[in-house]
């Protein structure tokens, strides 16, 4: 039984690591104004290789991206999303928190 355990606590700690070497960024999105412009930025953005979380604030005009570890997301890229999207980049910066944190330039 304390084996079993021990496996499993490994197992995790080592799940959690892993989540923490991805690669988070805050995006501020001018002409977010509503859930379908949030579909429109969050579609075009799956498309980045390497995403693997998008969590959009309509509120605050702010997208957090989360892509996998190695892969990054650098500022032009962003920008060409954003464009590609119908919105304008404000704002880039990479987040060192998890992706619900309040890093919002």
Known sequence: MLKKLL???TGLLLSLS????????VLGVDGLA??????????????VDGVTDIEVDV???VVRVTL???????????????KEAGFTLRSYSEADSDIGGKDAP
């Open 7 to 9: 496996v499993l606590t």
């Open 18 to 25: 892993a989540l923490a070497a991805d690669n988070h960024y």
């Open 34 to 47: 509503c859930p379908f412009c949030a579909f429109g930025i969050e579609k075009r953005l799956n498309k």
């Open 59 to 61: 509120a605050d005009s």
């Open 68 to 82: 996998q570890e190695g892969k990054t997301l650098t500022e032009a890229r962003a920008r060409q999303a954003v």
